[in-house]
């Protein structure tokens, strides 16, 4: 990526927030990362691991997150962080206050999935993962952010106190989806849990929306990607004519992110090329 497309002279919808982005090693979090960085943000890539997955299809694999972003002129640094683990969750939001001197953007991205089985197959060891990692570890870091946003003043620019996206999924309680039952029950108390909260914190200029994605090319969703049947059974779901890209998602994000999105809030947007519009026969 070439220098040249981070806007860091101003000119960034994004311009000097602090953002702090989980599961940002990877997949849809490294690609909210390199989008939010791309619009001037200063960004806290955060993960349980540095490195990125392996089985993950960005060509740079090798590169940290926040090294792509600082060899491109922009501000990252990498903060480890295990959504299970709660003093590791309040060390990343104030690590991001400590290093830029406040927070304005928290993106709950990391999560955990399982390959597709019937619920009859599923465990109580995935649903206690499920739920541990996707809805107690997001709902934390909601409730530690905001308690930092409720130290700040409104941003005269953006309107915001801080503005808070979850990554739910299009299985998060807008549509059911064969073989998914835990995983998505606890996707769709990432939606709720952002709803809810939305509610709660209007008054205090705190937006807080969700972003549902579809299908989309991540080393998690690698099986979907690999394995022809799959492949042809995700396309027949997906009305529009491609499957996802993390890009498809990080701009979705970005656009919460941004000061058009000043009146939003409490909102799930489905970014899933149709995959929860209807029947596709
Ligand atoms: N890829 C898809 O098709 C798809 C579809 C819908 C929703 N999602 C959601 O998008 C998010 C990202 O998925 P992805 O496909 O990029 O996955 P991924 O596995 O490629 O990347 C996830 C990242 O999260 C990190 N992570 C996992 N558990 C963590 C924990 N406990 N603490 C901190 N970090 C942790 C991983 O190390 C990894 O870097 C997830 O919440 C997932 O449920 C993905």
Redesign the pocket.
């Known amino acids: 990526m070439a220098v040249a497309s981070y806007k860091l002279d101003g000119t960034g919808r994004l311009h000097h927030r602090v953002a702090i982005v989980?599961?940002?090693?990877?997949?849809?979090?490294?690609g909210i990362a390199l989008a939010l960085a791309r619009e001037g943000a200063h960004v806290i890539c955060?993960?349980?691991?540095l490195e990125?997955?392996q089985d993950?299809f960005e060509e740079d694999k090798h590169i940290p997150t926040h090294e792509v972003i600082n060899n491109n002129g922009g501000k990252a640094f990498f903060q480890k962080?295990?959504?299970?683990n709660v003093p590791e969750i309040v060390a990343l939001i104030r690590a991001a206050v400590e290093k830029f001197g406040k927070l304005d953007i928290l993106v709950n991205?990391?999560?955990?999935?399982m390959p597709l089985r019937d619920y009859v197959e599923e465990t109580e060891e995935q649903w206690d993962a499920m739920f541990a990692?996707?809805a107690k570890?997001t709902a934390t870091a909601m409730r530690e952010a905001i308690k930092q946003f409720l130290t700040q003043p409104v941003d005269e620019v953006s309107g915001s106190r801080g503005r808070i996206v979850n990554?739910?999924?299009?299985?998060g309680g807008i549509t059911a989806i064969r073989r998914e039952t835990t995983?998505a029950a606890s996707?769709a108390a990432v939606a709720m849990v952002a709803q809810n909260a939305a509610l709660d914190h209007a008054k205090d200029y705190i937006n807080i929306n969700v972003v549902?994605?579809?299908?989309?090319?991540?080393?998690?969703?690698g099986i979907?990607f690999r394995t022809p049947e799959i492949i042809t059974e995700m396309q027949k779901g997906t009305p529009w004519p491609r499957l996802?890209e993390?890009s498809d998602?990080a701009k979705a994000v970005v656009f919460f992110c941004s000061d058009d999105a000043q009146w939003i809030t409490g909102q799930r947007l489905a970014v899933d090329g149709g995959f929860t519009i209807g029947i596709p026969l």
Do not use: E, F, H
């Open positions: 989980t599961g940002a090693s990877s997949g849809l979090g490294r955060s993960d349980r691991v990125a997955r993950g962080c295990d959504l299970m991205n990391a999560g955990l999935w990692i996707n570890g990554i739910s999924s299009a299985a995983y996707k549902c994605p579809g299908v989309v090319r991540t080393g998690a969703a979907n996802g993390p998602i």
